[in-house]
């Protein structure tokens, strides 16, 4: 069973740092390209960054761009998310999320992601 759990998640001072991690089990994490969402209430869901696995590739969206930053370590099946400059507006639910079905490639849209995390809790105070 693939599973998926992020954790890291919790309340910092705008200015702050924060570094989620997803514990990755149930499938060749090596294999396949593992990506960060973001949801705020009232928002739609959000592509944070993402990092392949052939050639270490990531992107990152405009918004996070300089302050986050995408690793992963495969022989620990984990993925992480440095954030660093938190804020206001980096507030939400972080979830990670992965490609078994797509392939090792980073798509943009969460359509291309068949297995979710359930997500952790960020929130930066002013």
């Known amino acids: 069973e693939v599973q998926l759990v992020e954790s890291g998640g919790g309340l910092v001072q705008t200015g702050g740092s924060l570094r989620l991690s997803c514990a990755a089990s149930g499938f060749t994490f090596e294999d396949y390209a593992v990506g960060w969402f973001r949801q705020s209430s009232g928002k739609e869901r959000e592509a944070v960054s993402c990092?392949?696995?052939?050639?270490?590739?990531?992107y990152y969206s405009d918004s996070v761009k300089g302050r986050f930053t995408i690793s992963r370590d495969n022989a620990k099946n984990t993925l992480y998310l440095q954030m660093n400059s938190l804020k206001p507006e980096d507030t939400a639910v972080y979830y990670c999320?992965?490609?078994?079905?797509?392939?090792?490639?980073?798509?943009?849209?969460?359509?291309?992601?068949?297995?979710w995390g359930q997500g952790t809790q960020v929130t930066v105070s002013s």
């Open positions: 990092i392949s696995t052939s050639d270490g590739s990531s």
């Open positions: 999320a992965t490609t078994i079905q797509w392939g090792d490639y980073c798509y943009r849209d969460g359509l291309h992601y068949d297995y």
